[in-house]
């Protein structure tokens, strides 16, 4: 868990710089404290940012120092198996959903996450998918008159 | 006025929608009222504001009963106001006595929201008289003043906590600066002209997050299996419940009238009192009513408190009264200390349609409670996809645009990695919310003073506020001092 914290701290201290540097860097820069310009407000949070990460930081390596054991880590126990496929088919769902268009790309969506969490039927999940897209298409796109992707094949 | 509004046929149907929805989804773990509200928003630009504002408020504190449902049964709370629940509700359960324990909190909510309605009626004009002395100053300082309360009430590490409030004062950042017109850190991409939406940040965080977790981590259910019955609570049970669910009214309206306090805060605040003040705390944890009474009347009567600041100052005071102020101001109405004047349809609307609400409440929670128990049997497997789509279709028909789908993704992602690391998404998403206004009041200030910040100590309501989140931040400090081995404690136990 530690270990952890001291990687998130690490990644904060970098943020807070990157969002520090572009702030000098804006039209405008950070301004007065007179006339404050638009880097003022970025460059202030990312100032404090920093600081509390850098504060974190120091207490955790001292912490580590009077206590060297590390607990069971935060990742340990995921199931990288179905964690890694869910974030892949949620972006690649996301990707091409203009294309394919909302009710085929919906469809393929829920068939491969549906399967992912544990329907093991496959004709139950054909099934499920296709209701599902189906219920959705004619909640949102006719009852809430949403506008979705229509993508090639118009629908 | 109020009731003249809230009866007319449109808005009946839609707190009733509201209530029913928010009662759903309060019910369903994975997804609460902010990830709800969320997608529900673009909804709402066909009605009038009154109705969306309406529904929107159902939807809030119909989660809150509706919470205490799975609660108590599945011992997985619905949304966060409810964990509390279910340490002694689903221990009564399991005593048999699921159907008083569902009964002692549909009737705490009622009671705590119907005299929080009251309240409401009659703290608005003096907090809208006390407003209308603020200026940026003062608007700066009590931002300031939530996040802290936030930041202290929510997060095991005040460190961290604040950590996670600059990084959402960040976030709020990116986007053409409104005074300017400069672009900030938009990465020449179109849709960031106007920052991150808050809509498809609190989904992430909240809703595909919880996905995730889901997704990767078994969810056992223990449900109480067999009939429920015996809802209404006995004369013991009254007994028992009653004082506790006064306190619970009188702390859940203070924490939720407090920027940063709500629902959530005042449901363990008012089960830590409880325990506290009982003459027999041992029977905590093991199926006491009162355990069940007090958090849940908090948790609805905060739920309700929290609008009087969000109507009379323009302050959101946590994170679901955040994603409302959004609404608001997409319907084009400036809440704050002269919505009464310029808007009082919909500031006395909302409050009575709330009456109206907390009845339906009682209505739907109490008889359709097998409807509820059907409800939790459907599995995560098929959920938790469906949850899914929602949120896309839900940030999608925002803009019409997958990049708003890709942030709350992104965001999705951030969200878990946050829960891993036990980092609070609420004073983040707070923050993000405030930012743009605290900022503009920061630079007004500094206009107007010429550059001089002894402007926020020298006017003394703006002194006031920041001498309280100063003994905020401090008091972590000072118990470290009295116990030296807090810090390590709170370093182990994140």
């Known amino acids: ?155 | 006025m109020g009731f003249m509004v809230a009866f007319q046929p449109v808005n009946i149907l839609s707190c009733f929608a509201g209530c029913f929805i928010g009662t759903l989804i309060g019910v369903l773990p994975g997804l609460g009222p902010v990830a709800t509200m969320s997608f529900l928003l673009p909804l709402t630009y066909h009605s009038s504001p009154v109705t969306s504002i309406i529904m929107l408020a159902g939807i809030y504190y119909g989660a809150m009963y509706g919470g205490s449902t799975t609660s108590i049964l599945v011992r997985i709370p619905g949304e966060s106001a409810s964990v509390v629940t279910c340490l002694d509700g689903h221990q009564m359960a399991l005593q048999g006595r699921a159907g008083p324990a569902l009964g002692i909190a549909a009737f705490g909510s009622f009671i705590g929201g119907t005299i929080a309605t009251v309240g409401m009626v009659f703290f608005s004009l003096p907090l809208v008289e006390f407003a209308i002395k603020f200026g940026p100053p003062e608007y700066f300082s009590l931002m300031i003043l939530g996040m802290m309360i936030l930041t202290f009430l929510s997060s095991a590490s005040i460190v961290r906590g604040l950590m996670m409030a600059a990084f959402g004062l960040v976030l709020a950042t990116f986007g053409l600066d409104s005074i300017s017109g400069v672009e900030r850190f938009t990465f020449r991409i179109n849709e960031m002209m106007d920052g991150f939406g808050a809509v498809p940040v609190s989904m992430g965080l909240y809703g595909i997050s919880d996905v995730l977790e889901n997704i990767e981590t078994q969810i056992r259910k223990e449900m109480v299996i067999g009939k429920v019955k015996d809802i209404l609570p006995n004369r013991q049970d009254w007994a028992r419940s009653i004082g506790a669910i006064f306190r619970g009214t009188i702390l859940g309206f203070f924490l939720g009238l407090l920027p940063g306090g709500g629902a959530t805060v005042a449901s363990f605040a008012s089960y830590a009192i409880e325990k506290k003040v009982s003459k027999h705390p041992e029977r905590f944890g093991k199926g006491a009513i009162e355990g069940v009474a007090a958090p849940e009347t908090a948790n609805n009567t905060a739920s309700q408190a929290s609008f009087i600041p969000l109507l009379t100052l323009g302050i959101p005071s946590n994170v679901v009264t955040a994603v409302l102020l959004g609404a608001l101001i997409i319907h084009g109405i400036t809440p704050g200390p002269l919505l009464l004047a310029q808007h009082p349809d919909l500031f006395w609307g909302v409050i009575a349609s709330m009456y109206v609400g907390n009845g339906m409440l009682l209505a739907l929670n109490l008889p359709l409670i097998g409807i509820w128990i059907q409800v939790l049997k459907i599995p995560a497997k098929y959920l938790m996809p469906m949850i899914t789509l929602f949120c896309i279709v839900g940030a999608y028909s925002l803009n019409n645009s997958l990049v708003d789908v890709a942030i709350m993704l992104i965001f999705g992602l951030i969200g878990y990695v946050m829960n891993k690391l036990s980092l609070e998404g609420a004073p983040l998403i707070l923050a993000f919310i405030l930012g743009p206004m605290m900022e503009t009041a920061l630079r007004q200030s500094l206009l107007k003073s010429d550059g001089d910040f002894s402007i926020f100590i020298t006017r003394p309501i703006s002194a006031a506020f920041l001498a309280v989140s100063f003994i905020l931040l401090v008091l972590p400090l000072i118990t470290k001092v009295r116990r030296p081995g807090a810090v390590l404690d709170k370093v182990e136990t994140g």
Do not use: H
Not at chain 1, 58 to 67: A, D, N, T
Not at chain 1, 80 to 97: E, Q, R
């Open chain 1, 1 to 155: 868990m530690r270990r952890s914290y001291i990687i998130n701290d690490i990644v904060f201290i970098l943020f807070s710089s990157f969002i520090c540097i572009g702030s000098l860097r804006f039209k405008g820069g950070i301004g007065t404290v007179q006339e404050p310009g638009p880097g003022f407000m970025p460059f202030l949070a990312g100032m404090i940012l920093g600081l509390l990460a850098l504060i974190d930081l120091i207490s955790q390596v001292r912490s580590g120092e009077s206590s060297p054991k590390e607990g069971k880590g935060v990742w340990a126990g995921i199931s990288w198996p179905k964690l890694i496929p869910a974030v892949f088919f949620l972006f690649l769902y996301t990707a091409v959903m203009d294309r394919l268009g909302f009710s085929l790309s919906t469809t393929l969506y829920l068939l491969a996450f549906f399967r992912l969490s544990g329907v093991e039927s496959w004709r139950t999940n054909v099934l499920a998918s296709i209701g599902t897209t189906a219920i959705f298409y004619v909640g949102f796109k006719i009852g809430l008159e949403c506008q979705l992707p229509r993508g090639f094949l118009g629908f």
